[in-house]
């Protein structure tokens, strides 16, 4: 079974970091590009990061360039995501989705990050 | 960056009724279109991809159409587990990926 699991989240203060990470199992990791996609209380989806499947390219939504860092370790199966400057304004549930170049067609379950003093 | 506009944000319907949602871009995003279901506590559910492909194990009541700017999700008969927040979603041109803000479809 093609599966995602996020762990890491939590309550931090503004200006704390974070490390998420995404374990993927039942696939073959290192062939997918990897996305993470936030969504804070009662609000949409937002998407937040993007890695290639060796991890050589990246992108970032302008609200996270510079504070975030998407990684991965293709022997570990995993993907990360680093978060520094934390803000307020971060508190979200965070998923992980696999991109199949046609459709992100797996999520994981999603950890929810809050934000607060 | 393409922005997805949704409408209506709330369809209040009945088990057995036709829904149908749509999803407007700022720009063309030729068929890169998807569609995906998300349920109070649960991750998005991936419904359609490019515009009008059903992903694995989606029922046949739902079916997407549209192309360039204009599309929508077209649920035949509502199930009682139909009822839920959807979502659209762009990958023609990216970053950013978009997604529109959604629609509940709620019961009348």
């Known amino acids: 079974e093609v599966q995602l699991v996020e762990s890491g989240g939590g309550l931090v203060q503004p200006g704390g970091s974070l490390r998420l990470s995404c374990a993927g199992s039942?696939?073959?990791?290192?062939?997918?590009?990897m996305h993470w996609v936030r969504q804070a209380p009662g609000k949409g989806l937002v998407w937040v990061s993007r890695?290639?499947?060796?991890?050589?390219?990246?992108s970032y939504a302008d609200s996270v360039k510079g504070r975030f860092t998407i990684s991965r370790d293709n022997a570990k199966n995993a993907l990360y995501l680093h978060m520094n400057s934390l803000r307020v304004e971060d508190t979200a549930v965070y998923y992980c989705?696999?991109?199949?170049?046609?459709?992100?067609?797996?999520w994981g379950q999603g950890t929810l990050v809050t934000v607060s003093s | 960056e393409i922005v997805l506009t949704q409408s209506p944000a709330t369809l209040s319907l009945s088990p057995g009724e036709r829904a149908t949602l749509s999803c407007r871009a700022s720009?063309?995003?030729?068929?890169?279109l998807a569609w995906y279901q998300q349920k109070p506590g649960q991750a998005p559910r991936l419904l359609i991809y490019?515009?009008?492909n059903r992903a694995t194990g989606v029922p046949a009541r739902f079916s997407g159409s549209g192309s360039g700017t204009d599309f929508t999700l077209t649920i035949s008969s509502l199930e009682p587990e139909d009822f839920a927040v959807y979502y659209c979603?762009?990958?023609?041109?990216?970053?950013?990926?978009?997604f529109g803000q959604g629609t509940k479809v709620e019961s009348k």
């Open positions: 890695i290639s499947s060796d991890g050589s390219a990246t």
């Open positions: 720009q063309s995003v030729i068929s890169y």
């Open positions: 989705a696999r991109d199949t170049s046609n459709s992100w067609d797996t």
């Open positions: 979603q762009q990958r023609y041109i990216w970053p950013p990926w978009t």
């Open positions: 490019n515009t009008s």
């Open positions: 039942g696939f073959t990791f290192s062939n997918y590009w």
